[in-house]
C-alpha cells in the first residue's frame, strides 16, 4: 500500500510512542488529541509560562515524565499533530473531528484509539456539592495549574493515586485534613504477591504513606464513606465516614477528592463497533482485543489505560505494541524481536494491575447500600431513590432500559461518572449478577458537540 | 479575593481581567477559566435540576459539569478553556430570554 | 400444549401495546408478543412530535381520536408521559414562497375537520416567536398540537394493560405464523407457541416478514430516524417546530422539552438494519441536519448536542399505514407502516383496531389504509 493512512487518537503515553513507532518506520501519522498539550493526564504538561521544574511536578516520575516529553517534542515535525481536536464519531473508516466549530472527516487505513481513563466513582451521598472533585482532577488542579481544590482537602477513596495526590499536596503547601482510604489494610497484603511483579512500584506506595504520616495527615483505612455533607450553595464542609469498627466520625473540610482507581475512556471503541468483553476483576465492560492490541473491528487497535487500566508504563509499551501491530498488518516489516519483548513487559505489567486491583477492590456493595436521596447520576440528578422506584413500577433490570426510564446516564457525561455505580445498584436491587445488567450503549457525538459545527463564518 | 481554590505557586504571570456576572475578575495569563473564575468565587453555575450550585468536577473534560454561559449567549466549558481578556461570563442560567439573541 | 387467548398481538411498539390496552376493555383476553422489550423501536426513538396538523386530511379523525386519549393519558395509563399541549408550528423558507398558499389551502380544508391553522407573517410570526431565523417567511400555527416523550409512551401502554390482564411477553421473537383451522398458531424463536382465533400483526418495519407468510407482502422500507439532543437549556420555546419543504434534507423539527432539553430531528436519514435491530445517524447525517436547524433557529447555533439517536421505522410508498383486515384471511388485521408519521395517531389506531375487532366495525375512514392496495 502506498503510503497508509494512520490515524493514532489520544498524546499520552500510549499514543506518544505509537506515533513515535509509526514516525521511526517512515509513515507520517496523524495525531489527535483534545488537550493543548501532548501527555495524557498522568504526565499532564504545565502551561508554558509555568516554572516548576520536573521533580517538583512529577516526583519519582520525573526522568520518564521528561523522557516523554522530549520524545514527543522531537517527534512534531514528524507527525500531522491536531491539537484541541475531538474525535466526536468514526463511520466508514472516518474518523470525524472538532476544533472549535471547524469540522474535517479524515480517512484511515489503521486506526490506534489511546483515549486513556477517567477515575471511577461511587457515589456517596453528597458528592454533587460543590467542592467535590475527583481524586485525578484535584492533581489536574495541582499539576496544571498550582492551585489546590480548596483550603482544607480530604482525600477519600482507594487506589494508588489517593496516597500520591495527597502527599503531593502535602508537598505542595496545601493543607490536607484527612486521607480515607475505603480498602480494608489486609487486601494490599492479599494483593503482595501480585504487586511484586514491578517491586519498584510498591515501594512508591510505601514512601508516600510514610511522608503522609510524618506530615500529620490523619490516615484512616477500611472505612466506608456516609455522606459529604455542606449547602446546596456553598458547598461542601465535611465528610462523615464510619470506621471498621462502626464508629461514625466527622472531618471537617472545604473540598474533597475522591476516586476508585480508573476506568478507561471506551467510547470510540464502541462507536467503531468494537465487541466488549465483561471483566469480571474491575466489574466493567472492556473492549476485546488481543495480545498486541488489535480489535474485534479490523483496522483498529487499542492501547494504554483506554482499552483496560493497566499504567503509564505499560501504556507506553502497549502504544509501540499496537503500531507494530498496525504496520505489520498493513504488509509493512516489523522487527518480531521487539515485539516479543513489548509482549513480555505488557503482561508484566498485567501481573501488577491484577494486583492493584485486588489492593483497591472496586467498592460494588456500597451501591447497594446508597440512601435513596444520595444522587448517582451528577448530570440529570438522578437520585439512587429514583432509580429504584423506576425499577419497581416498570421492572427495567437492563442499563440501557433504566436509563431511558430513569434518565440515568442521559446527561452531557453519557455515564462517564454514573454507569458503573448505576449498574451496581440495578444488579443489588434486582438481585442479579451485574454483568447481567449489561452496559450503556455508545453513542456519538462522545462529548457535547457545537451546533455551530461546520459553519462558515 | 477569597475563593474555592488556593494558589501554591506560579503567581508570578502576567494578570488578565475578565467579567464574571458583571464584576471584573483578576486571572493569571495561563490559569484555565475555571481557575480564574474558583479563585475569586466559590461556584461556577447552577445545577438544572435543583440540586444547587457547582463547582466543576473532574477537571479533565470529561464530566462536563463546567459548563458556563457568556453573556452573548455562548457556552463554554471553563477546565477546557483559557482565561481571556475581555471574556464576559455568567454563573446564571440567561432565562428565557436567550433564544431572541442569535 | 400453546398458551391460548381470543387474541394475539404480535409487536409491542405503540400500536401493539395502545390496541391490547383497547382489546382489553372490551373484555377480550390478550396475548401480546414483543422481540424485545416493549416499545423500544420506532415508537421509542422518534421525534415525539403530537400533531394532527399536515397529516392528509384523511388521517384526521383517527388523529382527533387519538388526541383525545393524549389528553386523559396520566389518568389513562397511571404514569405521565410528558404530553405538553404547547403547539405547533410549520413554517415555509423564502426561496419557495408558493407553500404560503398549499399552508392556506390546507388550513381551510382541515378546519372542516376540526383542525384550527393559524397563518402567521412578518412581525406577527417574530413577534411570536422571535427564534426564527431571516429565511424563514410564514408559518402555519397549531394551538392544540404538541408532543411528548416516546420513550415512556408505549411502555405506559403496556403496563397499564397488563395491569387489567394483558399476558405480555417481551424477548419473545416470532418466527412462523399460520392459520390452522380456526385459529391461528404463533411460534417464537424458542419454540414456544401460541393459539387465537385472531391475530393482530403490529410489528413496525417487520410487518411483511409477516403479512407475507399469509400471501399478501408489502413494500415496506426500513429507515432510520435522524435524532439528536442538546443539554438542558432554559425552557423558552414552547411549541415544536417543523419546516414544510419538498426538500428530505431541509425537513427539520425540533421540540423543547420541560426539563429544558431541545430534541432535534430531520433532514437526510442513514440506513437501519431490521435484522441486527440497529441503526445508526451517520456523521455526515448530522452535519446536515445541524445546517438545517442553524437556519431554522439561529440561536441554536449556540447551544451543544449531546447524544444522537436513531432507530427503525417502516415506510410505505405512499406514506400511508397498513391498517384494518387482510384481505386474504378471516381473523386477521394489520396495523403497521406508519412511514415516521404513527406517534400521535398511535393511541386512536390502538382504540380504532380493537373496536374493529371487538365490534366488527368502525366510523373511522379505513379505506385508504387497506393492505389490498398493494395486491398485484
New interface residues.
Given amino acids: 500500500m502506498a503510503c497508509p493512512s494512520i490515524i493514532v487518537v489520544g498524546a499520552g503515553p500510549s499514543g506518544t510512542r505509537a506515533a513515535e513507532a509509526l514516525a521511526k518506520a517512515g509513515i507520517r501519522p496523524i495525531l489527535i488529541d483534545e488537550g493543548r498539550r501532548d501527555g495524557g493526564q498522568i504526565y499532564r504538561r504545565q502551561p508554558d509560562n509555568f516554572t516548576r521544574s520536573y521533580e517538583k511536578l512529577y516526583g519519582t516520575e520525573a526522568g520518564r515524565a521528561k523522557a516523554l516529553h522530549d520524545s514527543f517534542d522531537a517527534l512534531k515535525g514528524q507527525i500531522d499533530y491536531r491539537p484541541e481536536t475531538l474525535v466526536w464519531n468514526i463511520a466508514d473508516g472516518h474518523v470525524w473531528t472538532a476544533c472549535g466549530n471547524a469540522q474535517e472527516a479524515l480517512r484511515y487505513d489503521a486506526l490506534i484509539l489511546c483515549t486513556g481513563a477517567t477515575d471511577r466513582l461511587m457515589p456517596v451521598k453528597g458528592w454533587n456539592l460543590a467542592g467535590t472533585y475527583s481524586l485525578g482532577g484535584s492533581q489536574v488542579a495541582l499539576k496544571s495549574q498550582a492551585v489546590s481544590i480548596g483550603h482544607e482537602v480530604v482525600f477519600m477513596g482507594s487506589g494508588p493515586l489517593l496516597y500520591l495526590v495527597a502527599s503531593q499536596y502535602v508537598q505542595a503547601g496545601a493543607k490536607v485534613a484527612a486521607v480515607l482510604d475505603t480498602s480494608p489494610k489486609g487486601a494490599r497484603i492479599k494483593a503482595l504477591p501480585d504487586l511484586l511483579a514491578l517491586p519498584g512500584m510498591l515501594w512508591n506506595g510505601v514512601q508516600l504513606t510514610r511522608a503522609l504520616g510524618k506530615a500529620g495527615v490523619p490516615i484512616h483505612h477500611g472505612v466506608t464513606p456516609v455522606e459529604i455533607i455542606g449547602g446546596a450553595d456553598t458547598g461542601v464542609n465535611g465528610v462523615r465516614f464510619r470506621t471498621p469498627s462502626g464508629q461514625e466520625k466527622t472531618i471537617a473540610c472545604d473540598a474533597v477528592a475522591v476516586g476508585y482507581h480508573l476506568r478507561p475512556e471506551t467510547q470510540l471503541a464502541d462507536l467503531a463497533r468494537c465487541e466488549f468483553a465483561f471483566d469480571a476483576g474491575t466489574h466493567q465492560w472492556l473492549p476485546r482485543r488481543d495480545q498486541d492490541g488489535r480489535a474485534s473491528t479490523a483496522g483498529v487497535y487499542l492501547a494504554g489505560d483506554g482499552a483496560k487500566i493497566l499504567g503509564a508504563r505499560s501504556a507506553e509499551a502497549s502504544g509501540k505494541l499496537a503500531a507494530l501491530a498496525a504496520l505489520s498488518d498493513l504488509g509493512l516489516p516489523v522487527d518480531s524481536g521487539e515485539t516479543t519483548a513489548l509482549r513480555r513487559d505488557v503482561a508484566n505489567y498485567a501481573r501488577f494491575a491484577r494486583g492493584l486491583a485486588k489492593a483497591f477492590p472496586w467498592p460494588a456493595d456500597h451501591a447497594a447500600a446508597l440512601p435513596d436521596e444520595a444522587i448517582i447520576c451528577r448530570c440529570e440528578a438522578v437520585s439512587a431513590g429514583d432509580i429504584r422506584s423506576v425499577m419497581r413500577e416498570t421492572g427495567a433490570i437492563e442499563a440501557n432500559r433504566a436509563k431511558a426510564f430513569s434518565r440515568v446516564g442521559m446527561g452531557r457525561c453519557q455515564g462517564r461518572y454514573c454507569g458503573l455505580a448505576a449498574a451496581e445498584l440495578i444488579a443489588a436491587e434486582a438481585r442479579i449478577p451485574v454483568e447481567q445488567v449489561g452496559r450503556l450503549r455508545g453513542q456519538a457525538p462522545v462529548k457535547p458537540l457545537p451546533i455551530a459545527i461546520g459553519e462558515e463564518k | 479575593m477569597s475563593g474555592r481554590f488556593v494558589r501554591l505557586g506560579e503567581t508570578q504571570r502576567p494578570p488578565v481581567t475578565l467579567h464574571v456576572d458583571g464584576q471584573p475578575v483578576t486571572a493569571l495569563e495561563g490559569d484555565t477559566l475555571m481557575v480564574a473564575m474558583l479563585s475569586s468565587g466559590g461556584t461556577l453555575r447552577q445545577s438544572e435540576f435543583g440540586d444547587g450550585r457547582r463547582a466543576g468536577f473532574c477537571l479533565m473534560g470529561a464530566c462536563q459539569d463546567c459548563w458556563v454561559w457568556t453573556e452573548g449567549g455562548d457556552r463554554l466549558r471553563a477546565c477546557s478553556t483559557l482565561a481571556a481578556a475581555g471574556q464576559r461570563i455568567l454563573t446564571s442560567q440567561p432565562e428565557a430570554t436567550w433564544p431572541a439573541q442569535a | 400444549m400453546s398458551a391460548a387467548s381470543d387474541i394475539i398481538i404480535v409487536g409491542g411498539g405503540l400500536m401493539g401495546s395502545s390496541a391490547a390496552l383497547f382489546l382489553r376493555g372490551h373484555g377480550l383476553s390478550v396475548t401480546l408478543l414483543e422481540t424485545d422489550?416493549i416499545g423500544r423501536q420506532a415508537s421509542?426513538t422518534n421525534f415525539g412530535n403530537v400533531r394532527r396538523q399536515g397529516r392528509a386530511l384523511h388521517q384526521l379523525p383517527l388523529a382527533n381520536r387519538a388526541i383525545a386519549i393524549w389528553r386523559k393519558s396520566r389518568e389513562l395509563l397511571g404514569?405521565d408521559v410528558e404530553y405538553l399541549q404547547s403547539g405547533h408550528i410549520r413554517v415555509c423558507y423564502r426561496d419557495r414562497p408558493e407553500l404560503v398558499g398549499a399552508m392556506e389551502d390546507y388550513a381551510e380544508k382541515a378546519r372542516l375537520e376540526g383542525l384550527d391553522l393559524e397563518l402567521l407573517t412578518g412581525n406577527a410570526l417574530r413577534s411570536k416567536f422571535?427564534?426564527f431565523?431571516a429565511d424563514v417567511l410564514a408559518g402555519s400555527y397549531s394551538a392544540m398540537d404538541g408532543h411528548a416523550n416516546p420513550?415512556?409512551a408505549a411502555?405506559a401502554f403496556a403496563?397499564a394493560a397488563q395491569r387489567m390482564g394483558a399476558n405480555i411477553h417481551e424477548n419473545t421473537r416470532i418466527v412462523d405464523a399460520q392459520k390452522v383451522g380456526e385459529d391461528f398458531l404463533v411460534t417464537a424463536q424458542d419454540g414456544r407457541t401460541f393459539r387465537a382465533p385472531i391475530l393482530l400483526i403490529t410489528a413496525g418495519a417487520w410487518g411483511n416478514a409477516l403479512s407475507s407468510q399469509f400471501g399478501e407482502p408489502v413494500p415496506i422500507v426500513p429507515r432510520g430516524p435522524n435524532m439528536s439532543v442538546?443539554?438542558?437549556?432554559?425552557?423558552?420555546?414552547h411549541p415544536a417546530v417543523g419546516v414544510m419543504t419538498p426538500l428530505e434534507e431541509e425537513t427539520v423539527y425540533f421540540r423543547q422539552v420541560a426539563?429544558?432539553n431541545i430534541v432535534l430531528g430531520g433532514s437526510t436519514r442513514g440506513p437501519s438494519y431490521p435484522d441486527a435491530y440497529r441503526a445508526?445517524?451517520?456523521?455526515?447525517n448530522?452535519?446536515s441536519q445541524?445546517?438545517q436547524?442553524?437556519r431554522l433557529?439561529?440561536?441554536?447555533?449556540?447551544?451543544?448536542?449531546?447524544?444522537?439517536?436513531s432507530g427503525i421505522e417502516g415506510y410505505m410508498p405512499d406514506s400511508q399505514p397498513v391498517m384494518g383486515p387482510s384481505a386474504t384471511t378471516s381473523g386477521l388485521y394489520y396495523a403497521f407502516g406508519f412511514s415516521g408519521a404513527g406517534f400521535q395517531i398511535g393511541p386512536g389506531v390502538g382504540e380504532t383496531m380493537a373496536e374493529i375487532i371487538a365490534r366488527g366495525a368502525t366510523d373511522i375512514p379505513m379505506e385508504p389504509y387497506q393492505i389490498s392496495r398493494f395486491a398485484e
Avoid: D, S
Fill in positions: 422489550l421509542g404514569a422571535p427564534f431565523g420513550r415512556l411502555p403496563r442538546t443539554e438542558p437549556v432554559p425552557y423558552a420555546i426539563r429544558g445508526f445517524v451517520l456523521p455526515q448530522t452535519m445541524l445546517k436547524i442553524r433557529a439561529p440561536a441554536l447555533g449556540k447551544l451543544n448536542i449531546i447524544r444522537v439517536w
